[in-house]
């Protein structure tokens, strides 16, 4: 039987859950780890987010290093200098190719967008839109409360409710959403202090506005295309720019979740 820091996962999505749980996997020895994300990935949390390596070639969270890699040389690489391998690969070609042991959808799409249960000898899928035992072989449950993190090998997750979590008090007054279709523009960084009615930026001739005071946790990539309603940003009202640079206690959850399923297959 292989020995656990062999076996291979891909996981779909690179973003900040998605990445949050990579860490855990990382720090627990699992070194054979592939995220594949979209050409032009819209994380807003870009500080603890892997996919940020899509546009910069590289990304650090926590002190783990993930690369973008281009063909299996480069995977060959990263593996062999103990990195993530990020790849561009939007409909997930590449999980036939390579056969992977586990593979993880964290695109919390709260839709299947074409995960199977015949994808790896183990599948485990984030969030709604999944049911476990057809889709996958587990479900984990994405939605803030007493449930968050818990491991459904029958059933789906909770539906998707719309409203963010509670920090601080606040759930969607801490999120900013786009008024508008076209492009993000701002000259805020990620880490700014915010005073409720602040401009944070522009959408076309929309001004996106601060509603509350705290940090800049997380905010869109600038220049990003985006469309009415999409998130393109995240206020805190705690407070303290150090969470804007470390994994959230939801993604470590989750992360702590995934890494539950995976030593009740191979640990038995």
Not at 31 to 46: H, I, K, Y
Request: glycine share 14%.
């Amino acid at each position: 039987m292989k020995a656990l820091k062999e076996r291979v996962i891909i996981m779909k999505g690179a973003g900040e859950m998605a990445s949050g749980i990579a860490c855990r996997l990382h720090r627990s020895g699992f070194s054979r780890l592939l995220m594949l994300e979209t050409s032009f990935p819209l994380a807003v949390r870009r500080e603890v987010s892997f996919c940020e390596a899509v546009h910069d070639g590289q990304m650090a969270v926590e002190g783990i290093e993930a690369v973008r890699i281009e063909d299996g040389a480069g995977l060959a690489h990263a593996w062999e200098t103990g990195r993530i391998a990020v790849m561009v690969d939007p409909k997930g070609d590449t999980v036939g190719r390579m056969q992977p042991d586990i593979l993880i959808d964290a695109t919390i799409a709260k839709r299947n967008l074409g995960t199977a249960i015949t994808d790896a000898p183990l599948v485990i899928a984030l969030g709604p839109g999944f049911t476990a035992g057809t889709d996958c072989h587990v479900v984990v449950e994405t939605n803030r409360g007493h449930n968050l993190g818990r491991l459904i090998t029958a059933g789906q997750a909770e539906a998707n409710t719309g409203i963010p979590g509670n920090i601080g008090g606040f759930t969607k007054e801490r999120v900013l959403r786009a008024k508008a279709n076209g492009p993000f523009t701002t000259d805020r960084k990620i880490g700014d202090q915010i005073t409720k009615g602040d401009v944070i930026g522009q959408v076309g001739t929309e001004a996106v506005t601060a509603p509350i005071d705290g940090i800049l946790r997380g905010l869109i990539r600038p220049g990003s295309q985006v469309t009415t309603g999409l998130k393109i940003g995240d206020i805190d009202p705690r407070g303290d720019a150090g969470y804007c640079h470390t994994v959230s206690e939801k993604a470590r959850a989750l992360g702590g979740s995934v890494l539950e399923a995976i030593l009740a297959v191979y640990n038995r």
